[in-house]
């Protein structure tokens, strides 16, 4: 973030703070519950954005070196991450090409080749179709080009590695950003490393906990114990770059910044 940008938030916060007053837009609207509850629009939800939009899956620091490899479940997909020889993260779907079953069952190793637990058909890093056993008896003809491992579009950018699920074979992860990109770029991600992940599994839909998180309206109440001490009470705001937004929750020592 640009540090004049930075002053024009702080300054804007500031003045909300004195006013006593959140940040509001001019118009607000009730939505339906049905923006939850609808399975309609959650297939819609999925198609346009969860499988057509780049996301991230995992950080660099999880492919350090060639020959790396993590596996995932994505959008409910299972994705095999590997590290090429030429230093290339790859992302397939996690599948083996002839009678579909897991292809690694490891959550992480390093490995260049993938062996089916099923029947032993065998794939490299880079997802090319390596041994196939009994293959001129068992699959005369066989094109072994036309079964590699089916490929993810993937891109390594800021520091993490992001997948879509178009058909597209390449995407432009700047592009998708547009001027979010440099706010990105500038975390400097790639520099950390992942020490400890975490996973949970909550019976809700997605809208609900992406809503919860870009209000600091809840802080003092269901937070009062932790973190509240730690922030400004409802007191936020916010920018929107295309489909992007960025959320600012102040800390209580922002008056101390006037």
Not at 88 to 107: I, S, T
Not at 236 to 256: D, K, N, Q
């Amino acid at each position: 973030m640009q540090k004049s940008t930075e002053l024009e938030l702080i300054d804007e916060l500031l003045e909300l703070h004195e006013r006593r007053s959140p940040y509001l837009d001019a118009d607000w609207q009730r939505p339906s519950p049905e923006r939850y509850l609808s399975s309609d629009i959650f297939q819609r939800e999925n198609a346009r954005i969860f499988h057509r939009l780049p996301h991230i899956v995992a950080h660099v620091s999880e492919l350090p070196d060639a020959g790396d490899f993590i596996t995932r479940d994505s959008m409910g997909r299972p994705l095999l991450l590997t590290r090429g020889d030429d230093g290339a993260a790859r992302a397939f779907y996690n599948v083996c090409r002839h009678r579909g079953a897991r292809l690694e069952r490891d959550g992480a190793g390093c490995r260049r080749r993938f062996s089916c637990p099923y029947h032993a058909w065998t794939y490299n890093n880079a997802g090319e179709l390596v041994a196939v056993p009994h293959e001129k008896s068992g699959f005369p003809g066989l094109e072994r080009e036309e079964f590699g491992l089916r490929r993810v579009a993937c891109e390594e950018y800021a520091g993490w590695i992001w997948i879509a699920f178009d058909d597209a074979r390449d995407i432009d992860v700047a592009a998708h950003l547009g001027e979010m990109a440099g706010d990105m770029l500038a975390m400097r991600a790639a520099d950390y490393v992942i020490v400890e992940t975490t996973g949970r599994d909550t019976a809700a839909n997605w809208k609900i906990l992406v809503e919860g998180g870009i209000e600091s309206y809840h802080f003092r109440v269901a937070h009062r114990n932790t973190i509240a001490p730690l922030f400004l009470d409802n007191l936020s705001t916010y920018r929107r770059f295309g489909p992007h937004m960025r959320s600012v929750l102040p800390r209580s020592t922002l008056p101390e910044m006037k």
